[in-house]
């Protein structure tokens, strides 16, 4: 296994999420990049007045990088993106102690076709990182039109009744973290928290790698 490591390690090194430079394995970017990165979150919030905490713009080298992590097969930006966002959590949520933390799922079939739910994969690495529990609690059981290709006004319908809790005992009477990838008019992740809030959880807040900031 510490052989396939090192041979991994030598072919395939950690890099830089945003220049690409070769980096140490538990860093979160190249020294350039990490004093280049924004002095403060975006505070906002999902439809319905959900709370969420955003690290980036969706702009730039933000962008590409989380562009690339999603559709460019970099599953391993995962991690890379949890440190980063870990500290904008710990102190825009200062006032909550979260039971679990959970992810916006996928249908299925684009699960299948991407590989994995960059989302989830997120959100598992926050959970090691702050220490909350990861618990699957939603499933996307109806196939929708993808939001990022539909003007804001048609967004909200479209992820109507798109999302239903696996258990309503995962969230009964907790504290719920969701994560996301982007957050743009904050309509998934709306639906999203609304379907957990319903199913009697205690509170239910979110955040994201990246917000968009004009629509």
Request: hydrophobic share 35%; net charge positive; charged share 25%.
């Given at each position: 296994?510490?052989?396939?490591k ?5 072919f395939?090194p ?5 220049c690409?430079?070769?980096?140490k394995i538990n ?5 350039d990049?990490?004093?280049k990165?924004p ?6 919030f ?15 080298v ?28 710990r102190?825009?949520y ?5 039971d ?12 299948r ?11 598992k690495e ?19 039109e993808?939001q990022?290709t539909l003007?804001a ?14 258990d ?15 957050i ?10 609304k379907v ?5 959880a205690?509170c239910v ?5 990246c917000k968009?900031?004009?629509t």
């Open positions: 296994m510490k052989i396939a090192l041979i991994r390690k030598f395939f950690a890099r830089c999420p945003f690409k430079r070769v980096i860093e979160q970017c190249c020294p990049c990490k004093d990165l002095s403060t979150y975006i505070e906002n999902a439809r319905g007045g959900y709370r969420c905490v955003s690290s980036f713009p969706y702009d730039g933000y962008k590409s990088a989380i562009k690339g992590f999603k559709f460019n097969n970099k599953p391993r930006r995962s991690k890379q993106f949890a440190m980063l966002m870990e500290s904008d959590i102190d825009y200062r006032d909550i102690t979260f679990i933390i959970t992810s916006v799922p996928l249908h299925r079939k684009r699960q076709l991407r590989g994995y739910n960059q989302s989830q994969l997120i959100g926050l959970s090691a990182l702050l220490n909350i529990p990861y618990v699957e609690v939603l499933e996307k059981h109806k196939d929708n993808i990022h003007k006004k048609y967004r909200i319908k479209n992820v109507k009744n798109a999302y239903r809790l696996i309503r005992k995962l969230v009964k009477n907790k504290n719920v973290l969701v994560v996301d990838d982007i743009t008019t904050g309509c998934t992740l709306g639906e999203c928290s957990i809030r319903n199913g009697g205690k807040a979110c955040c994201t790698f968009v900031l004009y």
